[in-house]
């Protein structure tokens, strides 16, 4: 059941993240062998709008995604969309982290990659020790996200001594905030909270308005949203004017 959840939360993420990766990885060192702090503001820019990117996508991927996976299994595995709405918080947290960890490969500290790498695992098997028998597998994607949670702060700190203008690690988390919200509420209206499961026409009314929530969420909590769906809008206009 768990790795049933895990496991479609990361397929989903890496098939859209990693063309970004291989696409940016070699930007990113082109602009770091010539002034590392372009590099640097970079790689924050591109972080917000990957974020912002893969935050829409996954939210409107969310709203049919339990009777996806349960088309393809049995009820049995019912608790296993639980388990992918959790892990999908740790795991965007730790392909954030890994646009940073890019630069690391440039300043040739890939010994800090590894570093962090172990500190995730040993985390990560600790507090397994610790929650799994107390709260079962639930604990077991609570740890997770804990773990990427760690290494996403800690790759931060570690790149923020190399720099000039640190990145201001509330800024970043405040800019999470719509889509993790979004996750949330979705657990809710999935586990019959708001509304009774056998309702398919309410669930997913409710659904959808959680979508429209977490876009205005997301509009008016990061900057870099409100430019995108400026530029979006703009294009709409120019196709438009330009039909007529």
Known sequence: IYVYGYRFSEYMLISIFQ???KTIAP???EKAAKNFNDAFYYSKKLADNVVIFISIIVAI???PFKDVMLFLSKDAYTLSFTIFLISLVGILLNNISNIYNILFNHLERTDLNMAMGVSCAILNVCLNIWLIPKYGIIAAAFTTVISFFFVFILSI???NRFVENRLNILKI???LIPIISYIVIIYFIENGFLVNE????SLYGYKITAFILFILGSFYTSDEFKNSISKGLGYVR???SGIN
């Open 61 to 63: 991927a969310i709203i």
């Open 157 to 159: 700190l570690l790149l």
């Open 173 to 175: 988390l405040k800019g």
């Open 198 to 201: 056998s309702q398919t026409f």
């Open 238 to 240: 120019v196709y438009i």
């Open 27 to 29: 930007i990113l060192m």
């Open 19 to 21: 063309p970004f990766q």
